[in-house]
């Protein structure tokens, strides 16, 4: 069973930036593709960035490709999003997920399995 901690999280300005950080704890390997997924109130969780653990395959979403980095340390086991020029529509809980199966794509939540608790991202005009 694998363990997903997110932190980093906060309120800031538009134009602003925030680094989000997902800690995995447990059975990770190094081929365990992590993603990043949104959550605004009242809508549906939207992908953000995903990363292929030891490959370096990584995708964003098309409002976020320019402001939106995904990495991720291998020795820490950790993946982070560096979030540049903030936007109030950027505002949603945002979460780190673990993909355990290939039967949707990267960016579908099907085959997403470990979530971590979600961290609140703010912006304000």
């Known amino acids: 069973q694998v363990q997903l901690v997110e932190s980093g999280g906060g309120s800031v300005q538009a134009g602003g930036s925030l680094r989000l950080s997902c800690a995995a704890s447990g059975r990770t390997s190094s081929n365990y593709p992590m993603g990043w997924f949104r959550q605004a109130p009242e809508k549906e969780r939207e992908f953000v960035a995903y990363?292929?653990?030891?490959?370096?395959?990584?995708y964003y979403a098309d409002s976020m490709k320019g402001r939106f980095t995904i990495s991720r340390d291998n020795a820490k086991n950790t993946v982070y999003l560096q979030m540049n020029s903030l936007k109030p529509e950027d505002t949603a809980i945002y979460y780190c997920?673990?993909?355990?199966?290939?039967?949707?794509?990267?960016?579908?939540?099907?085959?997403?399995?470990?979530w971590g608790q979600g961290t609140q991202v703010t912006v304000s005009s």
């Open positions: 990363i292929k653990w030891s490959t370096n395959n990584i």
């Open positions: 997920a673990g993909r355990r199966s290939y039967s949707a794509p990267y960016y579908n939540t099907k085959d997403y399995s470990d």
